[in-house]
């Protein structure tokens, strides 16, 4: 301000004590005093060759480094800038155009999914008694076992001195059901099947080996004994999954939790095996975030009957959130996308294109709901925007340069007195 009070107080003093002047030289320095004042009060500064470096001070840009210029971010978001293209060029450009319409958008995630074990179908094997492992019927990873098949059997003098307490008790004639039963139970406790201990009253006889067998069909899924090994509570011996129902572990990406919801119809594919658009439900979803991928694991649970679904199988995943209200949307494909902003290209008339800035919504199936910047109707330019914008920002940048060296060049012709060079 104190420039402008110095060039207002020479512009006076010359008016009144230089008769000289004519008033049509003073009002050519009040024009330009006015555009000094515009630029002194002016809010933003910006590159005239990078749009997107903006300042709220003087300086000089970054990348380039060039001085930053004055304007006004109001004039600049009521004014598009225009592109003129003749008929002929558009057709060498190829220049497509689609209308802005209002529907309704389908939320929709497509991501994969991996088949994984139902872990409430998971039985971890440990053995009840310290021995060793004799007699070892599964040997094979992934070997399908059924309902009371033969596992392994296991020497252990702790199961021997159980037995032999038992059917000591047993043979005392102390008819104390309450001393029998906690036998049993001592049995039970110890890996004994109900069959043996019956076996036991009858036979009157200790097992020296002990069998074990698979409590239902399932397949070896993990196998961590040989025969002969010596073997301790702590130890898990093997793990057995029930495959008739598996489950199917996909991720949702952050921006994606609030189309999620359980019970949401999920459809998938799994082209190795022929099988598509297999429907299924989201069972769950869990509550944490991977830190490194920032995604959300999505549980589908689905039958297997025909155990077709193997476990770490890649399935592609469609899960779908509803429609959403009518809305203005268009191509994704035509969207300028930037760090700080979306522009379009609209078309303004037949040889006439302007730029408009937007905001998002919904991005989703290929389109993108836009909140503000155009109307239902518009032109958009869904292909060639990009050579469209770069030809605007370039006449913008020149416009600009043009006009701050004329500024600079006016305020060159006057001295602090208010007299021209």
């Known amino acids: 301000m104190k420039i402008q ?25 009040q024009a330009a005093l006015e555009k000094l004042t515009k630029a002194d009060t002016a809010t933003s500064w910006r590159c005239p060759m990078h749009s997107d470096i903006v300042r709220d001070h003087p300086g ?22 225009g592109v003129q293209v003749s008929g002929q060029i558009q057709q060498a450009l190829a220049i497509t155009t689609e209308t802005a319409r209002v529907s309704k958008l389908w939320r929709y995630i497509e991501t994969f999914g991996e088949v994984s074990y139902d872990e ?17 019927q599964v040997k094979t990873l992934g070997e399908r ?22 059917l000591s008790l047993k043979r005392s004639g102390i008819n104390n059901p309450t001393l029998l039963e906690k036998g049993r139970v001592r049995l039970r406790l110890l890996g004994m099947d109900e069959s043996l ?8 006889q200790s097992f020296y080996r002990v069998p074990y067998y698979a ?11 040989r025969e002969g090994m010596y073997v301790e509570p702590a130890n898990e011996m093997m793990m057995l999954a029930d495959t008739s129902h598996i489950w199917v572990l996909a991720n949702v990406f952050e921006h994606q939790l609030d189309w999620v919801r359980e019970g949401k119809w999920v459809e998938f594919d799994l082209p190795a095996l022929d099988i598509y658009a297999r429907e299924g439900k989201v069972e ?24 077709r679904l193997k476990p770490g199988m890649i399935a592609s995943v469609r899960i779908y959130g509803g429609p959403t209200e009518p809305s203005l949307n268009i191509p994704v494909t035509s969207l300028i996308q930037t760090g700080k902003q979306n522009r379009l290209v609209v078309k303004d008339a037949d040889d006439r294109f302007v730029i408009r800035q937007v905001s998002v919504g919904v991005v989703t199936q290929g389109r993108a709901q836009i909140l503000s910047g155009i109307n239902e109707g518009d032109e958009v330019v869904t292909s060639g925007q990009f050579l469209l914008d770069a030809e605007a920002n370039l006449q913008q940048a020149a416009q600009r340069m043009q006009n701050t060296d004329g500024n600079n060049a006016e305020m060159a012709g006057m001295d602090m007195s208010g007299h021209q060079h």
């Open 5 to 29: 009070q110095l060039i207002l107080f020479g512009l006076l003093g010359h008016s009144l004590f230089t008769p000289a002047v004519s008033i049509a030289q003073q009002l050519d320095k």
């Open 60 to 81: 000089k840009c970054p990348i380039c480094g060039m001085d930053l210029v004055p304007f006004s971010p109001h004039s600049d978001h009521q004014q598009s800038e």
């Open 120 to 136: 409430n179908g998971l039985t971890h094997v440990h053995p009840r008694a310290s021995g060793w492992v004799e007699k070892l």
């Open 145 to 166: 076992v059924k309902q009371g098949q033969l596992l392994y059997e296991i020497y252990s003098p702790e199961l021997i001195a159980a037995q032999d307490d038992y």
């Open 197 to 204: 201990i019956k076996q036991l009253d009858a036979n009157q």
């Open 215 to 225: 409590p239902r069909d399932s397949v070896v899924a993990r196998l961590d004994i």
């Open 284 to 307: 769950y979803i869990y509550p944490e975030l991977d830190p490194a991928t920032r995604t959300l694991k999505v549980r589908l649970s689905l039958d297997n009957p025909d155990d």
